[in-house]
């Protein structure tokens, strides 16, 4: 018995020392968790002030930018021409581009009900047409609307900062308009929806009031975009530009191009534009060599398109085929372009359903060429 005590009393002893133990590493482990969340919260606290500052300041400088996009009179300009011709209706999510790509074996199904739906308007749905030589069928509402909103912005952004890079060598063409009292005339090789009028407005929004000319703003592509241009002209009167805008419709592959092209034209402009004649080169070359031809001395034609163009040798060509006519003023890669805004479909129950510039999206490279008619001559076009 008395040696059943003393190992009942040896047991309950080591148990007290084990949670003797056990109580002390529990301290210690809370002691160092309090450390810890001690220290985490100094460090919090030290940096929070920094973190917040710097949050304010992006805030700050993203609402500066945002109320600059809102009050500068182009980007308005778009905003209520996208709203009209969307007509309040949200616009449909970029993965739909997808669903827009030419009619092929692969996408006949798929492109069905669009190709009925360009049918009943009688337009052209050839899938080698020029005007559906992209990732976009221009000749279906929808694709037109998608250019219009998901494209534009970015391709106007570019052709502005390509136009800012270049003021130097175009001031001189603008101040003699503003000094005799003339318009300045402008025409846009396959701008129909509407980015290099954009583009040029962001141009001419940035030069001083007493340098800005009377415009006259002449646009050539295909039927598809005629409708927009209504819509833009009575905008631009609507917001007080002093331009005035015409839309012709022209193939680029066909020689009667030239008929439709204004002989006062002062600047050419080909934005994204030639990057969708590679496709069509040798028809190309013939329809610009003629437009080259009759050109006046001291027209300038400027070209933006992605940098792989450079690599495709395709603008060497057009110039060793105008055969001296054309001299190269400046190239130059735009790396960053300025950022373009986005815009989104906004359902208000007050006031109903609008578009608003929501963000702004990082620029794109690009690459810029700007020529020169100079005194010479061309071959002839051969027929």
């Known amino acids: 018995c008395n040696h059943f005590f003393a190992m009942l009393l040896d047991f309950l002893w080591g ?11 529990a301290t210690s482990l809370g002691r160092l968790a309090a450390v810890l969340v001690l220290f985490g919260c100094t460090l919090w606290w030290l940096f929070r002030p920094r973190l917040t500052s710097r949050k304010k300041k992006a805030l700050a400088n993203h609402q500066q930018r945002m109320q600059t996009c809102i009050d500068q009179l182009h980007w308005k300009l778009y905003v209520r021409v996208l709203s009209r011709l969307s ?44 005007a559906n030589w992209s990732n976009l069928r221009y000749d279906i509402p929808e694709g037109r609307l998608l250019y219009l909103h998901y494209k534009v912005p970015r391709h106007g ?6 136009l800012q890079r270049c003021a130097a060598h175009l001031r001189k063409n603008l101040s003699v308009a503003c000094s005799e009292g003339k318009p300045f005339y ?32 002449t646009v050539l592509d295909c039927q598809h975009w005629k409708p927009f241009w209504g819509v833009i002209q009575e905008e631009l009167h609507e ?17 009667s ?29 013939a329809v610009f060599k003629e437009l080259v031809r009759n050109a006046k001395v001291g027209t300038q034609f400027l070209s933006v398109d992605p940098p792989r163009m450079v690599r495709m040798g395709f603008k060497r060509r057009l110039l060793e085929e105008c055969g001296g006519l054309l001299k190269v003023v400046r190239e130059l890669r735009v790396e960053a372009s300025p950022p373009w805004p986005r815009v989104e479909f906004v359902d208000n129950r007050l006031f109903g359903p609008h578009l608003r510039i ?12 700007l020529w020169k008619r100079i005194q010479g001559s061309v071959p002839a076009v051969s027929k």
């Not at 439709?260 to 050419?268: A, D, G, K, M, Y």
């Open 157 to 162: 952004s570019v052709l502005g900062e390509a």
């Open 257 to 285: 191009f030239q008929e439709s092209v204004p002989p006062q034209t002062q600047l050419f402009i080909f934005s994204y534009f030639m990057v969708e004649m590679i496709g069509f080169q040798d028809k190309f070359v």
């Open 87 to 130: 007509e309040g209706r949200e616009l449909p999510h970029p993965k739909v581009l997808r669903n827009t790509l030419p009619a092929s074996k692969n996408n006949a199904p798929m492109m069905q009900n669009a190709t009925e739906s360009s049918q009943t308007q009688n337009l052209d749905s050839d899938e080698n047409d020029p």
């Open 15 to 25: 148990a007290v020392d084990a949670s003797s133990s056990l109580r002390y590493y």
């Open 358 to 369: 929501a963000c702004f999206l990082p620029g794109v490279d690009s690459y810029v060429w």
């Open 239 to 255: 917001i007080g530009y002093n331009v005035e805008v015409q839309f012709l419709t022209a193939n680029a592959t066909k020689p």
């Open 186 to 217: 402008v025409t846009s090789i396959g701008g129909g929806p509407s980015s290099d009028l954009i583009g040029f407005l962001v141009h001419l929004s940035s030069l001083p009031p007493h340098h800005q000319p009377a415009v006259r703003f």
